[in-house]
Nanobody
């Protein structure tokens, strides 16, 4: 069994910053990609950023230049540094990991980010 626990969400004013963390534990064999997604009320879950095992990154256009994804392979942890936050960034943020050995995709329970105007 694999568990992903996100933390770091909260309430912040527009223009502020937050850093999200996602720690993976359990029966993990080989994490390949790690990613952050978000879901706002009434909207579909959307990609925010992904990072591969070789640290190649991909970002949604809406967050490019403001958000930075990183990972610590030794700690099975992914991070999302969010700067210059906007009210439209308000959502529940979820992390996921892809275990290349088992070819399973795992999701965390989500952390709420609220940006006030």
């Amino acid at each position: 069994q694999v568990q992903l626990v996100e933390s770091g969400g909260g309430l912040v004013e527009a223009g502020g910053s937050l850093r999200l963390s996602c720690v993976a534990s359990g029966s993990i064999i080989r994490i390949n990609a790690m990613g952050w997604y978000r879901q706002a009320p009434g909207k579909q879950r959307e990609l925010v950023a992904t990072i591969t095992s070789s640290s190649s990154t991909n970002y949604a256009d809406s967050v490019k230049g403001r958000f930075t994804i990183s990972r610590d392979n030794a700690k099975n942890t992914a991070y999302l540094q969010m700067n210059s936050l906007k009210p439209e960034d308000t959502a529940v943020y979820y992390c996921n990991i892809f275990d290349a050995a088992t070819r399973n995709l795992y999701w965390g329970q989500g952390t709420q980010v609220t940006v006030s105007s």
